[in-house]
């Protein structure tokens, strides 16, 4: 742990998620990424995140796994619900050494939320629910319980005396409209509230780059790196997802004029591919542009069957300038709902140029929008020609005052990674056609 | 491990999913539930996933920690690229106590395929490539080279020798169209595919229900133990989400007479509640309910924005009964291209049994379909009132030859948590419409 400035030092964390179904892949979790923007939020660097089954050994490793990367705290969400494979609470008491109790309050308290359940299912089992209140209202013995959101109560547990400087362990429940509202109540609480206060905060910037391969990125830092920047000052982790790179850059605040000359540097290289430095994507820059002009827009969409409308809507305050979209999968859906003619589809196919910019346009006149923009591409996995294989999408953009764009690209992949590239296609050529590079 | 039949034994493995970009939140892994799946299609049980950053020490105790679950194998996903954050190679060699060694021929091959690249990306400098070419084609002695897909290779290593029974471990590139190709390279071949030959297989099945709480479905399961099937011969998680409940249970092959046992007392306790008793959920219940009917589907999506429209498209094949949907955002929308009289959407306002109605009959007519669905809500976080408060979604369901069916729910949770559910609900009605519980 690194010191910081006043007293503070580089404070770390794991989370821990349990459930057999995220394990098993079926289930997409969402709570390690959000109690991971969490930690951050409050200057802890998280460590490391462990999905586990709901088994009882296999959970108590992972909770001294999560401690064996010298961290601060440790979250687990999930397994505290009522069935008997919900073991996180009394494998948490084990591990911090201390015994599992009854906290008769507590269990009042939980019982007044599930006779509202009762109402609802007027044919269900008292004695049942009075158990299980009973197993949600277990506490290790010194713990600080967090007060149910929905009906499982969670818990800030210490180590126990004697157990030296092991981590305070924050016990969520799974579902997320649970598990956030404990957590923001959580962080008023002690012990977990002076924890916190230690932390010592960090920067993070993001930068986001089209069109450029991975490689070329990997050769301009160690050039800018040669050239004097202490680039070892900073944390600088690149991905490269949907055709885009992210470069995430952390570093202490003193760093910050080490990270202005890489920002320079990678500027001056790069120009108009750097298209975001603050973190938005490309749906929030698009977002920003209409607001900008006071334009609304209108999606015509094939393959990628409502995602580019969905994508856009997701903000509140969409309504300010989504119109809405027409998902024509169907041929004669592109005919009849956007206007593309028959012909064009007949002479240049459905996957065109031309129908592109039929589509985009004809979003424009039947919603009533400013601007357009289509998809229309073969996601497979049949349906491919030599001359239009799977992958090939095209896109268009008709924005106010200007010539249609269209582009085209053949993209590698799964059915589903062909649209959600596509999705990105499709808003970065809106975006280039509202201010060309 | 437990003895199975013939010599097989109880297979388990880890996964260890690198990359800060997943560890902080801002991508959603889709390797480690993918990698799972295979494992299990294997009979090789997932004993953990471990996500961390590209932090030298982070991911050495992160291998260390997946062998601590006692396992067999364990497979590593990502941070094989050419930018120095991307360790794993180097790693996984000192982990498994192997010298990491340029590989000469791997490196010729690399080459061909970075050449492809050259000549997308003429103003590219030749020596930078040269030089990651060379970092990709490190390899740890003894260890057996996976071809790569893009320009990574990936490599099985299995432990040195003296150092005891350690995990095999399988290191796997991170982009999801690379990855996938080279795991089905990789079962052919020694020492993976001996390991596998040994895994005594399992089975597993799910039952997906609707329209019960969990406490409910526990007591159940206690019910049904305490009448003597012997559910401690079985593997049972259950899982709420979206308002469905998911039992998964998995067993060894010789105890299926008791999860038929257990099949039979579920069926007969929730009779039309349990909708999928085959993993399906409710959007392949209701592809194959329009496939059997032969009709085809239109949508009409305020609330959702095309997510009805594009999960009943994520499958191929969707052009046999998906016509289209209309993502109706704006009210003008409703009216000019769904056709919802203004007066009503003036009378009941947009969100409303009347409006979502006609939604759902715009939808079939506008779009040529047999059937349609609608979804109209309150996504929030603003726009709620007493009457309409914000998660009210109201949606409904037109199938031939019959009344059309409107319902509405009250959804808690985030704008995205709203949305998302609205799909689940939107669909579940459509199902009942079709056939009638």
New interface residues.
Partial sequence: MAEGAQGTRRLRGAIVVT??????????DKN???V??QF?AYGVE?????????RRD?LL??L??AS??GVDLVATTGGL?????DLTIEVVAEYAGRTLTLDPELESRVWAI?QK?LE??PD??VE??R??TRKQAMQPLGAVPLEPVG?APGSLVPPAEGRGDGPLVIVLPG???EL?PMWRAAVGLEPLAGLLAQAAPFEERMLRLIG????????A??EIEGGGVALDRLE??????SGEI?I?TRYEPGDAPVYDELDAAIRERYGARLYSDDGAGVDEVVRRQLIEHGW?IG?A?SC???????K???P????AY?????????N??KV??LGVPAELIEEHGAVSEAVAIAMAQGAVE???ANCGVSTTGV????GGTDEKPVGLVWVAAVVPGREPVARSLII??????I?ERAVTFALHTLRTAVEPD
């Fill in positions: 459930g057999s179904e995220v394990l098993a892949g079926r289930v997409t390690g990424p959000w991971s923007q951050a998280t460590a490391g995140i462990i999905q586990v089954g709901d296999d490793k992972a001294a796994q064996d990367w619900g009522p069935t008997a494979d599930v359940i609802r299912y269900i089992d049942s629910l158990a299980t009906t579902p997320p409209r956030q450029l391969p991975e490689s070329d990125l990997a050769a830092l160690e600088i982790t690149t991905c490269m997802r992210e995430v609304t999606l969409e990628t069957g409502g995602l580019v409308a969905s856009l809507i997701e509140a305050g969409a309504s989504v119109r809405g979209g027409i998902v024509a999968y169907d004669e859906v009849s709902a039947r919603l009533g996601a497979g996995p049949d590698p992949g799964s059915r589903n990674a649209r």
